[in-house]
């Protein structure tokens, strides 16, 4: 969507048990849906927006929480995928190569976490200054959409890095050079913006989609 100079991606569901990104993607798709929506039409100027709202399909066809058909984790596929073991992630790799990449959002739910909160390419050691301002722009972004967002709380640091060089943020820095992100949400609840009735619900998600799609047009804007 859209036929701006940047190009965005945004993949959900790698991991095909984490709901709550269907429905985060259900929200940023109604925003850039929208034609009166001022976020989905300035973003759709800035931006061309590839969206893949489940990339595991068969996992979540099997019920499975995080493996693929072929019972590997596909977020640790993305340095390198071969498309006998990971299909899905070569596939989306390809359509990646011939548009480019500026900007990557991968979507997630976090099973301990009560927090939403983002884990990006700036963990890595060979981020570049660039990449490092980008997450930071998108941070700062998502923090002035969303009361539900912080980032007081995350992975720690050594969850980064060269740990995880397949992750999609990570391979998605080092190939393109784009600002990596992934967001997270949690299963239960965010301390942040807590519902004793609902929990972190369908729509909380939805809202997270569309402050998540206002913070990247103010990170590709500034960039
Ligand atoms: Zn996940």
Redesign the pocket.
Known sequence: MGDGPKRVWVVAC??SG?TMASWWMEGALDCLLDPTDPVGVALRAEAQVHLVPIVNIDGAFRGNLRGSAAGVDL?RQWHAPDPAIAPEVACVLAAMDKTGCDLSLDV??DETLPHVFVDGCDQDPVATAAQVAGVRRFEAALLAASPAFQTAVGYPPTYGGDAAPGMCNRALGRRFGAIGLTLEMPFHDSLETPDPIAGWSPEASRRMGRASLEAILNTVRAG
Request: charged letters at 15%; glycine letters at 16%.
């Open positions: 790698q991991h984490e977020n997630h739910g």
